[in-house]
């Protein structure tokens, strides 16, 4: 058993019995004690005082445990406790494929305490579905000094929920993480590079709980690049054992090409002095950006394309099987359950976000799979906000729409121009074998054959 898989039963626990999930203060401590620290460890390492940990925090998570898992647990023995629990709840199914579900008496005791699939995936959620071997060479990869990793797919697949992950397997190996999401910036500082850095250089700073010395390195003689590297080798990284920077919503970027054109190069730069200079080995980086941001590009604007690339696939039949039982929907095996399985499939494929939101409302028993299924692609279906999105962008590219649809109206696939191709399939809206493309899924091909014809 492993610590994902402990904390998965955990939360199952106190979920079912209390109808909520563990709060961040008490994933810490379980994270903490797994890794055998002591409360002062674990208060410093989240910025806590120790005494806050050791009175009040920690007695109250082996109470709330011991309730839950109906036997008494310690921070010596809750590792103990939880295995055992584990190994009674995995689910005959899910045992044959050697991965551990817990049955569903640990999952949704009240359909009000559902998580609607809106931003991340919480790291205590029960609804986050890993798609192996993704997570652990992500894992590996960010183990590694000076490693870079790129996370990339279209919106609403996953990206950032994983991007947590990564960071939070640094943290219990002890790494400081900072992180930064580019849709927080406002819009004036995109409007020099020399600004941007500044931005970039004052955040890392803060939250590493630096004093920022942005003035005593700075020097316009030799420029903001220059300045920003020497900040990071000098001061950052000096004052750091390990330093992971997290880059979410990179895509914002490209809106502004006079900057990415000097900032992307840049960030490659350091990666690649890590080969050559120690220092740089202390930095890892994780640059996180959504695919449709290639629309507006150039072709000739290469993406930037260093590092391990990881690249989000759809759930596959046994993923989304997994997330419905998490639901409370006996879809494992039977007749009927194959069934629904497959008329969902058949609509929205293993898109994560429209799986989810599908699986949220039946759960809820909003609306039978029959009805969705009758309604999922109009405009006043549970998917009118996603479909209209998309419908946005394509509206703002008219030889997109045209390309699109030649595609969903067409009764086999069809042959797409290379650039049309590639902006649509990093969209996530259509699928490429060779160069015919078909409709990533149904509920796709139905709203657009409407909306374009």
């Not at 939101?357 to 009118?384: D, F, N």
Request: charged content about 20%.
């Amino acid at each position: 058993m492993n610590f994902e898989q402990a904390l998965e039963v955990a939360n199952a626990v106190v979920f079912a019995r209390f109808g909520r999930h563990l709060t961040d203060v008490e994933t810490a401590i379980l994270i903490g004690a797994w890794q055998s620290q002591t409360y002062e460890q674990i208060a410093d390492a989240y910025g806590y005082s120790a005494s806050y940990f050791t009175r009040d925090v920690g007695p109250k998570v082996w109470k709330l445990l011991s309730q839950a898992l109906g036997e008494t647990v310690s921070k010596t023995n809750f590792q103990a406790a939880l295995e055992r629990h584990w190994r009674s709840s995995v689910s005959k199914d899910e045992g044959a494929r050697g991965q551990g579900v817990p049955s569903r008496e640990f999952l949704i005791p009240n359909a009000d305490f559902l998580e609607f699939p809106s931003g991340p995936v919480p790291l205590n959620s029960l609804f986050y579905i890993k798609r192996p071997p993704i997570e652990e060479r992500a894992y590996a990869q960010i183990d590694k000094p000076g490693s870079l990793i790129r996370i990339k797919a279209p919106r609403q697949m996953g990206k950032t929920s994983l991007m947590h992950r990564i960071l939070a397997h640094a943290k219990q190996t002890g790494m400081r993480t900072v992180l930064l999401s580019l849709q927080q910036a406002d819009s004036s500082i995109f409007t020099s590079l020399d600004k941007f850095l500044r931005w970039l250089c004052a955040n890392v700073s803060r939250q590493l709980n630096l004093e920022s010395k942005l003035d005593d390195y700075w020097d316009e003689d030799i420029g903001s690049k220059v300045s920003c590297t020497l900040y990071f080798q000098a001061y950052l990284l000096a004052e750091t054992e390990s330093l992971i920077l997290a880059l979410d919503e990179v895509n914002r970027i490209f809106e502004y090409p006079e900057i990415s054109s000097d900032f992307l190069p840049l960030l490659r730069s350091w990666y690649e002095d890590a080969s050559e200079l120690e220092i740089w080995q202390k930095l890892r980086l994780v640059v996180v950006h959504a695919t449709e941001a290639y629309i507006p590009l150039d072709i000739h604007q290469s993406p930037f394309n260093v590092g391990l690339p990881i690249k989000l696939p759809e759930f596959n039949l046994e993923q989304v099987q997994d997330l419905a039982v998490r639901h409370g929907l006996d879809w494992v095996k039977g007749e009927i359950g194959t069934k629904n399985l497959a008329l969902l499939l058949g609509m929205v494929g293993g898109h994560p976000y429209l799986v989810r939101v599908a699986l949220y409302h039946l759960a809820r028993q909003e609306v039978s799979l029959e009805q969705l299924l009758q309604t999922a692609s109009t405009v006043a279906g549970i998917y009118s906000d996603h479909l209209r999105r998309h419908l946005a962008n394509l509206q703002e590219h008219p030889e997109l729409a045209a390309a699109l649809k030649r595609v969903v109206t067409a009764p086999e696939p069809v042959p797409l121009e290379a650039i049309a191709a590639y902006k649509l399939e990093s969209m996530g809206l259509v699928i490429l074998e060779g160069n015919q493309a078909t409709p990533s899924c149904e509920v796709y091909r139905l709203y657009f054959r409407e909306q374009l014809g």
